[in-house]
């Protein structure tokens, strides 16, 4: 499903290159729930970015569902990203003038659906969230906690198959994050392919595959039993 | 030192009034080191944000250091939020198009520092924080967790008395994020008196003192050794 063969990903700056991604190879089937550790500044989100379409390798070959990535048109890319792939951000990217439930239905808006039936839809997911009552805040008149779960909801709006989901639970207490991991374990028996950087061992240890970055390069590759 | 007495702060939604927090009363003394932990929206920020002089309440009494926060001039405001307290945002809040250095030298310059002790200030706390090699970074050009700990290193700048942390270490992995707890312990014992919201309770169970929150109110107050 997702083949990532000797990526690279390096940023110029002046003199310096900085080496987010090096030389990294993976694999991850449909279906799969992976964990992906490191340290801060490890390289985690620039693999997902990559993994998302949001970026391009500076170096390697991204082949997703059989398709190059490098070669698709830029129709091809913005269809892959808004039905297939959900992304819940590390810093959200929420509209800051959109209430939450409007924030929700723009995946909807792209997808094509219709006013009355986005609108139901972002209202139910918002809800299974647990932000009934918050629908029509915006981004500032939410807590922390709140926006992460506006971004957890606007990634799910789609029913995506691949959900890439960035920290989902940095800003929640256990209880709350612990019903977020319950829903993704229910899309994940549904067949959603789950992709999640945590830098909470016990979230990490929830999934079936487990994988550590460290300055840019896979050091870890294991069944979640033997990590 | 923090005297709150009756507190509430509520906002108005056309016909519904969200009360962030409900008639809270709370004592801190100088030196004290306080976790806040509860739910996801549950007040805690809103209490952090009032403690730190940068909202007012609806009702109620903030007496900080014996003076009624009510009735301090702007200027008295501005020179207690500058030089007394160090606050570390649950979003960070750093300015987009400055690099690393030069949002933590921000505070500095309000304090009235000249330039190259600032730098030198600014450059030490930075690398106190292990972000050496990226001081000249902006933040779209860091990592999540590396974004964190330039909110720190600007919160620490000004040796502050008060450090108020809304969730410091959320972005962090395990290690980076016990290296910033020892930086807040040595602070402590030389008499910061430090809140700090966290979600995680490992890292609450490093205070002395925890204070747990619901739906605005205080429900448990204890030392950390009977929470
Ligand atoms: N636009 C950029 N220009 C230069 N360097 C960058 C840029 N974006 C990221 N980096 C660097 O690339 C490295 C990897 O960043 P990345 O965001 O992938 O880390 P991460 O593993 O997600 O960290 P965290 O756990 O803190 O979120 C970091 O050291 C960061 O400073
Ligand atoms: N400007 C506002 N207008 C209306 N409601 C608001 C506003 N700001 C905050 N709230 C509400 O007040 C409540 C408390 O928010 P607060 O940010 O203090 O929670 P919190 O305990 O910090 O949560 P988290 O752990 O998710 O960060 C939330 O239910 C939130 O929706
Ligand atoms: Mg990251
Ligand atoms: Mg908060």
Same mark, same amino acid.
Request: proline share 5%; hydrophobic share 40%.
């Given at each position: 499903?997702? %083949?990532?063969?000797?990526?690279?990903?390096?940023?110029?700056?002046?003199?310096?290159?900085? %080496?987010?991604?090096?030389? +990294?190879?993976?694999?991850?089937?449909?279906?799969?729930?992976?964990?992906?550790? /490191?340290?801060?500044?490890?390289? %985690?989100?620039?693999?997902?970015?990559?993994?998302?379409?949001?970026? !391009?390798?500076?170096?390697?070959?991204?082949?997703? #569902?059989?398709?190059?990535?490098?070669?698709?048109?830029? $129709?091809?890319?913005?269809?892959?990203?808004?039905?297939?792939?959900?992304?819940?951000?590390?810093?959200?990217?929420?509209?800051?003038?959109?209430?939450?439930? &409007?924030?929700?239905? +723009?995946?909807?808006?792209?997808?094509?659906?219709?006013?009355? &039936?986005?609108?139901?839809? #972002?209202?139910?997911?918002?809800?299974?969230?647990?932000?009934?009552?918050?629908?029509?805040?915006?981004?500032?008149?939410? !807590?922390?906690?709140?926006?992460?779960?506006?971004?957890?909801?606007?990634? +799910?709006?789609?029913?995506?198959?691949?959900?890439?989901?960035?920290?989902?639970?940095?800003?929640?207490?256990? %209880?709350?994050?612990?019903?977020?991991?319950?829903?993704?374990?229910?899309?994940?028996?549904?067949?959603?392919?789950?992709?999640?950087?945590?830098? $909470?061992? $016990?979230?990490?240890?929830?999934?079936?595959?487990?994988?550590?970055?460290?300055? /840019?390069?896979?050091?870890? $590759? +294991?069944?979640?039993?033997?990590?």
């Amino acid at each position: 499903m997702i %083949k990532i063969e000797n990526l690279s990903r390096h940023y110029q700056m002046g003199p310096t290159t900085v %080496k987010a991604i090096d030389d +990294l190879s993976l694999k991850i089937s449909a279906g799969e729930f992976v964990s992906i550790v /490191g340290p801060s500044g490890s390289g %985690k989100s620039t693999l997902m970015n990559i993994i998302g379409c949001l970026d !391009s390798p500076s170096s390697g070959k991204y082949t997703l #569902a059989g398709e190059e990535v490098a070669g698709l048109s830029r $129709d091809r890319l913005a269809e892959i990203r808004n039905k297939y792939i959900g992304f819940v951000f590390q810093s959200f990217n929420l509209l800051g003038r959109e209430s939450a439930v &409007e924030n929700v239905e +723009l995946p909807l808006i792209y997808a094509g659906i219709p006013p009355k &039936e986005r609108r139901e839809r #972002a209202m139910e997911i918002l809800k299974r969230v647990e932000l009934q009552g918050r629908e029509f805040h915006q981004p500032n008149e939410l !807590s922390g906690g709140q926006r992460q779960r506006v971004a957890i909801a606007r990634a +799910l709006a789609v029913n995506p198959k691949i959900l890439l989901a960035d920290e989902p639970t940095g800003a929640l207490d256990t %209880k709350t994050g612990e019903q977020i991991m319950e829903l993704f374990r229910e899309l994940q028996s549904e067949g959603v392919t789950l992709i999640m950087v945590t830098h $909470d061992p $016990d979230v990490a240890a929830q999934a079936k595959r487990v994988v550590q970055v460290r300055d /840019g390069k896979i050091v870890v $590759d +294991l069944p979640v039993g033997e990590w």
